[in-house]
Structures are given as structure tokens and as C-alpha cells.
């Protein structure tokens, strides 16, 4: 069972690596690390720009590539990316000493909108061969890089009258998972919400308890996320209670379970 201080100590680095499903792999002896401060960023009608700072860990120079997209989420809230000018990062590229930071400003020129604009910018480290040059003022790539781990930062940049909503939360179980559907109705993005999932049977007596995080719902977006239920529980389960807290907020859902519902 997740307890809730293991959810704590997860939830910095999950924001900035599960962004979209860019999750850094495994890491491998000898393979790159990047360093990212803050984990996300807002700016606002008056605070065009802000500043990301990218350290180097490693004991050799890197050179670091930002690239920019806007992200979106779909009708079934599956999180889409699209590349965009509408924000800027400078530089595109740049080369990281040792054990050094470097500054990448983003910023944009129009951030007056009805609604929230929601972006990500994706730094990957690149190892070149030694004696390889990377031009920093180029879009390119020398042929020989390699990357080797990147992250994803959300930069969220607010309408000049946000206005945030309650959430609105519904369930069912299929095939043995809890299929937790969010709707943000509001103009800015909704926090990965925390999540109490409770299993009762028919004479209320509570098989398990699991807490977990959901993902970001953007501005006027539905989002279904899948949570598998204990298989050896989910045929005895009547009912499901799920608390959802983002924020000052939180809304609690009943889902009814069936045998039915559990068979895969």
C-alpha cells in the first residue's frame, strides 16, 4: 500500500520526468544527468519571462537542446504536443560546463487571453564524441550525438482574468481498473489532483485503501485515468469510494463494483 509520505516524496520527481509520458530511462553507469530548477513555470500578463536554471552534474560538458510545444489534451484527455513560436526559449542550444549552471530564459509577447496557454519544453542532454563540436547557434544536431535522458517542464501562462472551477468527478470499473474521468471546467489547469481510493464489500467492510496522483487536466478539458484495483479483492468489492484533493478542493465519488466489472 502507497502511503501518503511515499506519495510526497515521489511527487517533485514525477511532475518533472512523467510530463506527457517522457519518463528518463533507467540510468545506465556512466550516462548523463541534467538538473532543472523550478519544476514549472507560470507566467502572467505582467511577468512575460521567467528564468529556468539547468545544471551539470557530470564530470565532462554537455550541451543541452530546449525545444518548445504546446501542450494540449484531446477529447479523451490524452496530452498532445505540438511544436510552436508562440513561446520563446533562448538559447536553443547551449554547452554546459561542469559542474555548472546555465540560464534559459522563456517568455512570451502574448499572454492577454481568454484562457489559460499551457506549454512544455523538453531539454535533452546530447554527448558528443570527443573532439565533436555542436554549433550552439544551430537548429541541428551533430550526426554523432547521442542523447541520452530528457525532461519535460510545464509552463503555464495565465489569462489575464483566470477563472478556476470546481472539478466535476465521475468512475466505473472495467476489466478490473477504476476508469477515474476529471473535468476541469475552469480557465486555468487543475494540479495533479491526490487521490484516496477506498474497497468496501457488501457489509462495508474495507478490503483495501490505496492512495495515488492523478495527472494535470488543462483548462476546459476531461481526463480519464486508469487505476488497476487489487485483483484479489475485486471480486468481493460492492462499492468504491474515491476522495479527490487538488487544492482547497475535495470531492468524493462512490462507484459501484460487480463481479462482472472485474473480469478482464
Known sequence: M????????CAATLI?????????QARPAGALELTVSP????????????????GNPNDDAITVQATVFAWTQDANGTDKLTPTTDLLAFPQMMIIKAGVERNLRVGTTNPDRSAERTFRILLEPVLTPKGAHVDPTSNHRAAAATIITRSSVPIFVYPTKGMPA???????????????????????????PNLTVKGYTANTELLF???????????????????????????????????????QQTETVTVPVSPESCQP
Open 209 to 247: 485503501e490505496h492512495e495515488t496522483h492523478a495527472w494535470y487536466v488543462l483548462a476546459g478539458s476531461t481526463r480519464t485515468d486508469p487505476f488497476t484495483l487489487p485483483p484479489e479483492h475485486c471480486p468481493r468489492l460492492q462499492r468504491l469510494v474515491v476522495e479527490v484533493r487538488s487544492g
Open 39 to 54: 519544476i514549472q513555470v507560470h507566467l502572467t500578463p505582467t511577468q512575460k519571462s521567467a528564468i529556468i536554471r539547468v
Open 2 to 9: 502507497w502511503t501518503r509520505a511515499t506519495i510526497t516524496r
Open 16 to 24: 518533472l520526468l512523467a510530463g506527457l509520458g517522457i519518463l528518463a
Open 166 to 192: 470546481p472539478i466535476k468527478v465521475a468512475g466505473r470499473v472495467e476489466r478490473g481498473a477504476l476508469l477515474l474521468q476529471t473535468t476541469n471546467p475552469g480557465t486555468v489547469h487543475v494540479s495533479p
